[in-house]
């Protein structure tokens, strides 16, 4: 017979623990999580709420907190019970009879039918049913009872699990179960999610955010700072339990700040916390497998079996996992340990095995090196100090170009400054020319490159040509392209790029798609080689498919400076529109794929600034050349440093300032070490040194200044002409232009030279008709462009010729404004009446482009936009344009300008 029921004894005999229906008390530190407290306030409308999570994640204390404020409402005493169970709560008999005793202690009366079980080990269905019956026939003005079971993980009876379920069945609206605890209980949980009848809160909900850490310590009274809370905070995953613990440690140590910064796991209270609660608790297989698999960012079922010599890797990770024993899944698979948990457990490896950790690291090298991932197989080698296996799987899976470039570059570079120089074999000797090359040692890397073709010889007498050592040879091909690009011979570049060709076709396809930098280095490099050596189509041609490499890792930076090498190509050819989009795709590269600022070659700059200076928009080429100065110069190529030499001395030029020109000169050819120049940058330096000695009126000196240039050579040839016109020799002058033509068609600033430089000759010779036609050809071979240099570089002359002629400026208002007569105003508008301002310096040809859109109220990034510009860019002009128009404000630019008829 089963007997009354009772508030004073257990079925077994026992005392009823009263403090196990007490609710914890919350910590005077307590950190307050209104957001997780409205969920569990909204989650017990329904039947069923489960809230789990490791130990120590504050599951409890979250609970509690909100049963506290579900009490202090009005009107509902009564209806919130808290029971926490213990290990002998697994016999349903005793569950039940405490399940019982708590709601009576917590005011919920309980008719004389409902008895507590006669026995321990077993509880008479009936008594549910009337539990059930009486919680759902409660009075509708009543709340229903919320029953709060805290460490359910306890409870592992299928016969309690289904009780329960029956019972929040047929109880109704009557009650609603909240379930703490570490594990998911063995509750039929997929019929409550599928009907939307349960509220789960797991360990990710419960992790603390960075702002709660911040709150977690300020209520410590800790003052530190911010950041190194945060830091904390990520390295323990939000783990509430040792966040906790190092608040109360940071107090008693002499730094508070460098507490938290170099808070060790495995200090006592967190470490014992973890290996008493989670760690020892496991079964031996689970101890083995965890310490086998800590030296793992993530973990998969089959390397873990790969670790640990067995085959229940995929059950104890998901047991694991659903124990929430610090085991959290990442998808497809993998798996990953809380990371303070998996630093604790290696240090227990460490102590007990340590012999172990280095096969362990090999062992997973291998693994992932063979099912594709080599990063993380990179990594592990480097801690087994397995280096010709890291080398090997770098070069032959063709990553090396990754060591060169990309997010990954100074990871990897640091990686395998680790390695010996002594390691044997082809691979490491690869990786060390690659770490020179990446040093810009050529000479090293040739050193390092010779040694790796040794070695491969030494393979192929071995065995014959395999894919392996077609990868080795094909990285090594690659890596001499960069070391001939280092050197600036253009010869060793192509036949190495030649030698690559041949050795990408007998590779898988997939595996050289699946490493685009690599092509991209190459052809970037040897375009760029191809450039120092004036051989411009061809450069053109690899730069082009540099430029189109795929977007991928370590992509970016060459995209970028291939671009801006085509666009060097094009401001020499006088493509300057072109030029400028190039320049502007390679800025917008960098901005799009987050390079560092300053990174390159500087060549992006250096584009735009020619551009400017043969446009004549001068202020703008002065912001890029002060752009190019500020940006990194440790990847700067001789070809950059020098021509930026140049257009400075041509900006310097085009300001009337012979003096400085040449001292730019002098400046830019300190910078470039001996011997790395190139031909045709010699004679354009040559021409550039002439033309500022003819400027500053030593025609001789200018004629000297070309003693060692090409005299083929379209710019020196001008130059000299020019000098030679300038000593009273006009014959001379033509016959150093010879044959003389445009280089890829008419409109380059050196072909506008030409032309004008003939007209001046036959002008002297006494055919000004014949010069007023060639004049004429040169404005409409530099219409297109806007090359305003040439024209002024030949303002004395020009002005002569031009006085006066307006019907031949006037479609040409990019001219220098003393080139163009004064312009005829009507009555009423001309600048020369009183009271109308006056314009301190005509306006270049984008300035009344930029001008005449402002006057439309188009913002500075539309005008960018519409005329494919910088937003600095847009600024300086319309600086510019306030200056000479004596403006203040560009409301009050384009009323002047509007008074003035320039709009």
Request: proline share 7%.
């Amino acid at each position: 017979m089963p007997r009354p029921f009772s508030t004073s004894s257990t079925p077994s005999g026992d005392p009823v623990m009263v403090a196990r229906f007490a609710v914890p008390v919350l910590p005077a530190t307590y950190v307050r999580r209104p957001r997780l407290v409205g969920r569990l306030a909204e989650g017990v409308r329904g039947p069923l709420v489960l809230v789990t999570g490791p130990a120590g994640a504050g599951k409890t204390l979250l609970v509690a907190d909100w049963f506290r404020a579900e009490r202090g409402r009005a009107g509902r005493a009564g209806r919130a019970v808290w029971l926490t169970l213990e290990r002998p709560d697994d016999d349903p008999g005793l569950f039940w009879a405490y399940v019982l005793q708590a709601l009576q202690h917590h005011g919920v009366e309980l008719p004389a039918d409902i008895t507590a079980p006669a026995e321990a080990g077993e509880a008479d269905q009936a008594l549910l049913g009337r539990l059930a019956a009486h919680l759902q026939a409660r009075e509708p003005s009543e709340q229903p009872v919320v029953l709060v079971l805290d460490e359910f993980e306890r409870i592992g009876s299928p016969e309690i699990a289904a009780g329960l379920h029956e019972l929040l069945r047929h109880a109704g609206l009557g009650l609603r179960l909240v379930l703490v605890s570490r594990t998911e209980p063995l509750l039929p949980l997929h019929r409550y999610r599928v009907s939307g009848e349960l509220t789960s809160l797991r360990a990710a909900d419960l992790a603390f955010s960075a702002d709660d850490s911040v709150a977690l310590f300020g209520a410590h009274g800790l003052a530190v700072s911010e950041e190194s809370v945060r830091a904390l905070t990520a390295r323990m995953a939000g783990w509430a339990a040792g966040l906790r613990l190092a608040a109360l440690a940071a107090p008693e140590a002499p730094d508070a700040e460098a507490c938290l910064r170099d808070f060790e796991a495995g200090q006592s209270t967190i470490a014992d916390f973890l290996t008493n609660e989670v760690f020892t608790t496991q079964p031996a297989p689970t101890q083995d497998l965890l310490l086998r698999t800590c030296i793992l960012d993530q973990v998969h079922p089959d390397l873990a079996d790969a670790l640990t010599g067995r085959r229940d890797g995929a059950r104890i990770l998901a047991d694991l996992y659903r124990a929430n024993a610090f085991v959290t899944p990442v998808g497809h698979s993998w798996y990953r340990h809380h990371p303070l948990f998996a630093e604790i457990v290696r240090i227990r490896l460490h102590v007990w095995q340590p012999g172990l950790e280095r096969e362990l690291h090999a062992r997973a090298a291998r693994w992932l090196g063979e099912h594709g991932q080599p990063e993380p197989a990179l990594a592990h080698a480097a801690e087994a100090e397995d280096w010709e296996f890291a080398a090997t799987l770098l070069v032959r899976s063709l990553a090396i170009g990754r060591l060169l470039e990309g997010r990954d570059a100074e990871r990897l570079c640091r990686l395998f400054a680790a390695m010996p120089p002594q390691t044997p074999g082809p691979a490491p000797a690869l990786v060390r020319a690659a770490l020179a090359l990446a040093g810009r040692d050529a000479d090293q890397a040739v050193h390092h490159l010779r040694d790796a073709d040794e070695a491969l010889r030494d393979a192929d007498r071995a065995q014959p040509l395999s894919a392996q050592t077609a990868a080795l040879r094909l990285t090594g091909a690659c890596l001499r392209v960069l070391a001939a690009r280092l050197h600036g011979s253009a010869d060793s570049a192509e036949a190495a790029a030649e030698e690559a060709a041949g050795l990408r076709a007998q590779l898988p396809r997939e595996l050289v798609d699946e490493h685009p930098e690599l092509s991209a280095h190459l052809m970037g490099d040897l375009g760029a080689v191809l450039l120092r050596d004036g051989r411009f189509d061809e450069a053109s041609r690899a730069l082009v498919a540099a430029a189109e490499a795929p977007d991928a890792p370590g992509t970016a930076q060459l995209r970028h400076e291939s671009l801006s090498w085509l666009g060097l190509i094009d401001v020499l050819d006088g493509r300057l529109a072109r030029a400028e989009a190039r320049a502007r795709a390679a800025v917008t590269e960098a901005e799009r794929s987050g390079l560092r600022p300053g990174t390159g070659t500087r060549a992006g700059q250096l584009v735009l600034a020619e551009v400017a200076i043969d446009r004549g928009e001068l202020d703008a080429a002065d912001a890029e050349l002060r752009r190019a100065d500020a940006a990194s110069a440790d990847r700067a190529d001789p070809v950059v440093t020098q021509e930026l030499s140049v257009a400075r001395s041509r900006l310097m030029l085009a300001k009337g300032e012979p003096a400085a020109a040449l001292h730019a000169l002098q400046e830019g050819e300190k910078a470039v070490p001996e011997g790395a120049g190139s031909p045709w940058l010699a004679d354009r330096v040559a021409a550039t040194a002439s033309t500022a000695l003819l400027a500053a009126g030593r025609p001789d000196a200018a004629i000297d200044a070309l003693c060692d240039a090409d005299p083929q050579a379209p710019e020196p040839a001008v130059a000299s002409a020019r000098a030679r016109l300038a000593c009273g020799q006009p014959e001379t002058a033509l016959r150093d232009l010879g044959e003389l033509g445009p280089r890829h068609g008419p409109g380059s600033v050196v072909d506008v030279q030409a032309l004008l430089t003939r007209a001046q000759a036959a002008d002297a010779l006494g055919d000004p008709a014949g010069a007023r036609r060639l004049v004429r050809r040169a404005l409409a071979a530099a219409d297109a462009e806007r090359l305003w240099l040439p024209f002024r570089l030949a303002s004395p002359w020009l002005r002569r010729v031009l006085r006066g002629d307006e019907a031949l400026t006037r479609p040409y208002a990019w001219l220098p404004s003393d080139l163009r007569p004064a312009r005829s105003y009507p009555p009423g508008a001309g600048a020369a009446q009183p009271g109308l301002p006056v314009v301190v310096e005509p306006l270049t040809g984008r300035e009344h482009e930029v001008l005449a859109r402002a006057a439309e109220l188009m913002s500075t990034e539309e005008i960018a936009a519409d005329l494919h510009l910088s937003v600095n860019t847009v600024k300086t002009h319309l600086k510019s344009i306030n200056r000479k128009l004596g403006a203040g404000r560009r409301g009050e630019a384009v009323r002047r300008a509007r008074m003035l008829k320039l709009l």
